[in-house]
């Protein structure tokens, strides 16, 4: 049975999330958003149409998550009283206040998913780093992670470039995720995760070490402006590798964009290359590329609108010893992330993409900070 304390920590938190979120604030803004949307001509520019109604939806997401907050923690105090009155058993009282705390847990969490870019679609690239076939085949494991974890939450997931190793695994891939908040819950995933194994791979049966990194940036939709200068932009096209018929052998349908990026801020010079084979069609390839630059282009902007730069640069740390961020040691049984101290025994759930636990630990110590 729950106590009065209990109850009085669901009340004080549910009311904490009102003034947060600013419940009454955004109850006033929708009406007048929703009056936008009825005016005359309204959906004579559809592009702007889509994206009222798309901010319209977002604001009503947030009171129907807090009403369902706030209806909860009412039926725990009901409960309660009729408890008193033996009108109900104490399980009923408890699973009252489980289904309060669960819906409570899961707002506040949403609430440190404010950003800009948070609620887009994202690109998550994993690289193979140090440790040869091992790391290779660890690369592939994490892909297999993130796809689980994806189909497990309902986002839509495309491979837009995979690269497989020679002998076992994967050298790179390229995931296209898509969904609500897609990259505001991935974003902690960014950094080098560190897999600790007797391996496969050697003959001797050591314990190994090896490495793969994880780079996330938002997916931006047309909605979101993003300057590309042609002149610094280059093709390359290339025969797609891997099984797929004679149309992948034969036909250059795999595309390579090169873009000489110059930082307006520091003047500092790159080089982004994308590589895209996701489908058959060159000029499908091409735009999907195209996408994924306005993605990087448009993310490099977010990094100095909330002057984070440092933030980058700690993350493009060589991908071997001292720079993980997770270490995975199946010996062990323990998957530890080093930033927040979560970690969890179940090392064959995470593998099936249970990491959600991960990413709530992530959000809740940092995502404030953003």
């Known amino acids: ?73 009412e039926e725990v105090e009901l409960a309660m009283e009729m408890f008193r009155e033996e009108m109900v058993e104490e399980s009923e009282v408890d699973d009252a206040y489980s289904r309060a705390l669960t819906a409570i847990e899961e707002l506040e969490l949403k609430n440190m998913l404010r950003q800009e870019a948070d609620e887009m679609d994202c690109v998550l690239k994993i690289n193979s780093g140090a440790g040869g076939t091992e790391a290779q085949d660890w690369a592939s494991m994490l892909m297999r ?53 007797v391996s496969p791979y050697n003959a001797q049966g050591k314990r190994m070490t090896s490495f793969s990194s994880v780079f996330v940036t938002p997916l931006v939709d047309d909605s979101i402006e993003v300057v590309i200068e042609p002149a610094r932009v280059s093709w390359d096209t290339f025969r797609s590798g891997g099984a797929g018929g004679q149309n992948v052998n034969k036909v250059e349908s795999g595309v390579r964009l090169r873009y000489q990026y110059k930082d307006p801020y520091t003047g500092a010079e790159e080089e982004i290359l994308i590589e895209n084979t996701e489908t058959r069609d060159q000029p499908k390839n091409k735009e999907n590329a195209m996408r994924q630059l306005r993605s990087i282009l448009y ?30 040691v199946f010996d062990d049984r323990r998957v530890k992330d080093h930033r927040t101290g979560h970690q969890t025994s179940d090392v064959g759930g995470v593998m099936d993409g249970k990491i959600d636990g991960f990413i709530k630990a992530y959000l809740m110590e940092f995502g404030g900070e953003e």
């Open 299 to 328: 993310n490099k902007e977010m990094q100095h609108r909330m002057e984070e730069q440092s933030k980058v640069e700690a993350g493009k740390k060589k991908i071997e010893w001292g720079s993980q961020i997770r270490s995975y």
């Open 1 to 73: 049975m729950i106590t009065s304390d209990q109850l009085k920590d669901i009340k004080e938190r549910t009311a904490a999330l009102k003034q947060y979120l600013c419940i009454d604030e955004k109850i006033m803004q929708v009406e007048e958003e929703q009056l936008r949307t009825q005016a005359p001509g309204f959906w004579d520019d559809a592009k702007a149409a889509e994206a009222q109604m798309k901010k319209v939806k977002a604001l009503q997401g947030w009171i129907e998550d807090y009403k369902e907050v706030y209806n909860r923690t």
């Open 145 to 197: 992670m993130y796809m689980r974890w994806a189909e497990a939450n309902g986002y839509k997931v495309a491979v837009a470039n995979l690269q497989e190793a020679e002998d076992a695994g994967i050298k790179t891939v390229t995931l296209e995720l898509q969904g609500p908040y897609a990259y505001g819950y991935l974003k902690g995933e960014n950094g080098v995760h560190r897999l600790v194994r």
